[in-house]
């Protein structure tokens, strides 16, 4: 099935998952081959149990599923794939995967997926050495759900923004309708901690840029954005984003630049955004705030731990990343919201 879907982006999490114990004159179940039944129906629930890292949870449009990053196991040198999971969690029902002629001597490697309403799909590929996992190349390509390996470089990794910075990596990948891509621009920076000590290399952001989906490979640096640390797409042209230190959520159109405050948190400094329609959830200290721009209306989820979410198309599930602070490695988990 490589390279098709078969079916139609921390901390440690606060929240425990209790697990009973089996008495040993208990019979063993029967095996459950049902693919759509979660591993867990607590909650917040363990989407993923892979020894590896499982990143970039994003759903699908229909939001009876979502797609996200793995490394597979099969294959000796641990190529990272795309694969789908049911809503509910299970094991997974689609997977797109590259193979390249030098498969065995590298790392194949594609996250930061993003899906528009439209099915269109973006994603990142790279190409790792297998004995460090160094990357040696890696490009920002768009392509469809029907077809996903039949790609379009939209830029290659690092690149030249339209206001000169030189872009060494990018995070949070959000299509802007179904003609552009918006994500944070990052680049490295040489800092000294302090008077004669040695200097060491950082990456941090460096603002909002955006890339239209033709190939036409342009980069531009949204302008007033240098501050951001988090964007959503909005999905009527428009992004959403937080900026670093501020409690308050822009929206940005990118036809007319007009831009206004769309909500407050009020009392604490959002650390990452996702939306869906009027619905948004950000990450605070000691939990996510849930909130509707149409009413005003929020409420905070005691979630702390999770990153990189992901909020289904009716505003009602969240998914997100957690280190699992026994192996170090991301999970997934879901979070059912009021």
């Known amino acids: 099935m490589n390279g098709s879907i078969r079916t139609a982006r921390h901390g440690a999490l606060l929240l425990l998952v209790s697990a009973g114990a089996c008495a040993h004159d208990e019979p063993f179940a029967p095996e459950d081959h049902n693919t759509r039944v979660p591993f867990a129906d607590t909650e917040p629930a363990r989407l993923t149990w892979s020894e590896f890292s499982d990143t970039g949870p994003v759903w699908l449009a229909d939001g009876e599923s979502f797609l996200y990053s793995f490394v597979r196991t099969d294959t000796p040198e641990g190529d990272r794939c795309l694969g789908v999971l049911p809503r509910t969690g299970g094991q997974r029902v689609g997977e797109i995967c590259r193979r390249t002629l030098a498969d065995r001597d590298s790392i194949d490697m594609l996250d930061m997926p993003a899906v528009s309403a439209g099915a269109r799909l973006a994603y990142r590929r790279a190409v790792a050495t297998p004995i460090d996992g160094t990357v040696w190349h890696q490009e920002l390509v768009a392509a469809t759900l029907d077809d996903p390996l039949t790609a379009t470089v939209l830029t290659s990794i690092p690149f030249t923004g339209s206001d000169g910075a030189f872009y060494t990596s990018l995070s949070q990948p959000q299509w802007v309708g179904e003609s552009a891509l918006a994500f944070i621009g990052r680049v ?32 531009t640096l949204l302008p007033g954005t240098t501050e951001a640390a988090s964007v959503a797409g909005s999905g009527d042209g428009a992004i959403l984003y937080a900026r670093e230190g501020d409690t308050r959520i822009y929206r940005r159109r990118l036809d007319t630049g007009e831009e206004s405050v769309v909500f407050d948190a009020a009392t604490a400094v959002p650390g990452e955004l996702t939306a869906s329609g009027d619905r948004i959830a950000l990450t605070l200290p000691g939990g996510i705030l849930v909130a509707d721009l149409a009413s005003g209306e929020s409420t905070t989820v005691p979630a702390a731990g999770l990153a990189e979410l992901a909020l289904s198309p009716d505003g009602t599930v969240l998914i997100g990343e957690a280190i699992n602070s026994a192996t170090f490695d991301s999970d997934l988990w879901r979070v059912t919201l009021p």
């Open 188 to 219: 490295e920076e040489i800092v000294s901690p302090c008077p004669g000590c040695d200097p060491f290399l950082i990456q941090r952001n460096n603002g909002i840029v955006v890339v239209p989906a033709d190939g036409s490979r342009t980069a």
